[in-house]
């Protein structure tokens, strides 16, 4: 699902400064923010939890884009980062309340979203690999973003985008197969 129309606009002026174009941006972005984190984190008030964080980043970092990628791309970057980033916070919360009880079992395919449990094991295993990996194979796998896209954004060669996307697919799938 595309960003509306004029968000490029709203994210160049938001850049320079302009209040009123950060707040007009961030109400336009969150429908699609709150979309992506949803596909990394199953339950909805996690999903939640994570575009908020997201858009708080977009708020406090969007001085810092530079438009060497799209703004799309850019923003989907960031979901990516903080959705996985809520994901590791919940988690640490979720064994801290738990008072040392091991985390549960992985989920029973009979009791439990096909897609919910495979993306729990997922967000396991991107968070057991190094992070230029895991990044890479969000923006790719996860968000659909092009090689070229990534290859900007990242402003790294297309060559080590996908040999990087490659390794952490390696990496991913032998975690998720020793789980």
């Known amino acids: 699902?595309?960003?509306?129309?004029?968000?490029?606009?709203?994210?160049?002026?938001?850049?320079?400064?302009?209040?009123?174009?950060?707040?007009?941006?961030?109400?336009?972005?969150?429908?699609?923010?709150?979309?992506?984190?949803?596909?990394?984190?199953?339950?909805?008030?996690?999903?939640?939890?994570?575009?908020?964080?997201?858009?708080?980043?977009?708020?406090r970092g969007i001085t810092r884009f530079e438009e060497r990628s799209s703004f799309h791309t850019w923003l989907y970057r960031l979901t990516a980062n903080r959705a996985r980033s809520t994901y590791r916070v919940l988690r640490r919360r979720w064994q801290l309340e738990a008072g040392g009880v091991p985390l549960p079992d992985p989920p029973d395919p009979r009791r439990t979203s096909v897609v919910a449990g495979t993306r729990l094991d997922l967000l396991d295993a991107l968070d057991a690999v190094p992070a230029d990996l895991a990044e890479v194979v969000t923006l790719r796998d996860v968000l659909g973003l092009s090689y070229r896209e990534i290859a900007g954004l990242l402003d790294l060669p297309e060559g080590t985008v996908k040999s990087r996307i490659h390794e952490a697919r390696r990496q991913v799938r032998r975690r998720m197969s020793d789980g």
């Open 1 to 59: 699902m595309p960003l509306p129309d004029g968000t490029d606009e709203l994210a160049r002026s938001a850049a320079r400064g302009d209040r009123k174009a950060l707040d007009a941006l961030l109400v336009a972005v969150r429908p699609e923010v709150l979309r992506q984190c949803a596909r990394l984190l199953p339950h909805r008030q996690d999903a939640e939890e994570a575009c908020q964080d997201a858009l708080l980043a977009l708020a």
